[in-house]
């Protein structure tokens, strides 16, 4: 697994480092953090000394023995294009910092696809919604244009609920295993809610895909339960449900139904109004 996180060294982005740590310790994952700068010329020392904090305050998560990410030094830069440079090491996993040049969101998204990501994380500022450095677009943008799953965290802490929203649509085994990953982090309960439109000729396909998944999580010690809601309902359903608890929106295939009826405005308003954690699941 590799995780990419956007990092600008404001609060929000300090405030997710635990989390991240968390995560890539039950993943065993490669790391990635990212930082992005506006000139093209050469790398930024501000956003080198960001990176670098939040690679130490991540290390030092780990005890000594168990840290699985080898240190390194920041002289060490090498400039992969034009506005974009990288350092990285190798322990028993990957870790790498790189900083580049350009918009924040378009950034993420093509670095998440160029290093083929499983996983982007990245914080928001609560005051006016969910914005990054007073842009409200940045963290839509990510979690609609991404190549991979998004985690937007809302906030630190334990959450005691995953709402977990699927559709027809086929469910990768790699999301299954985030949903199981983060609930174990949250040591939260875990609501399998499927997503059931008019047609009844995909009303026992749907039946058989929960009945698989409340199997598979509560074969692994997960306490989950399931029920299925029509379509009509979703919106208000999701909405509701977002105050407390994270919610996990499948939105993978062409012929997602979450995809269609979350649409761009929707999922706006998911992240601006959720108390919580909204994790895009692809």
Known sequence: MKILVALDGKF?????????????????????????????????????????????????YFRPDELPYADFSLEKWQKIASGDWKV???????????????????????????MECDLVVLGCDLKHGCDWDGDMNVPLRIAEDAPCSVL??????????????LDQSEVHQEAIEMVNQLVTLHSADLTIV?????????????????????????????????????????TDYVTESSQNAIIALWMGGKQSLLKRLFSHSMVDKLLNTSKSSVFILR
């Open 194 to 234: 499927g997503v059931q439109e008019k047609n009844e000729d995909k009303k026992d396909q749907m039946e058989q895909r929960m009945v698989e998944l409340l199997k598979y999580y509560n074969d692994r010690a997960v306490s989950a339960w399931a029920k299925v809601i029509n379509s009509a309902m979703v």
């Open 152 to 165: 937007v965290i809302k906030q630190s802490g334990n959450t005691r609920e995953i709402v977990s929203i």
């Open 88 to 114: 990285s090491a190798t322990g028993m996993k990957e870790f790498t910092l790189r900083i580049r040049s350009g918009s924040v969101a378009k950034a993420v998204v093509d670095v998440a696809g160029e």
């Open 12 to 60: 929000y982005s300090r405030g997710i480092v635990k989390e991240v740590a968390r995560l890539s310790e039950s993943t065993l994952a490669d790391v990635v953090f990212l930082g992005v700068q506006d000139s093209e010329t050469e790398v930024s020392q501000s956003q080198q000394m960001v990176l670098h904090e939040c690679q130490q305050d991540l290390y030092s």
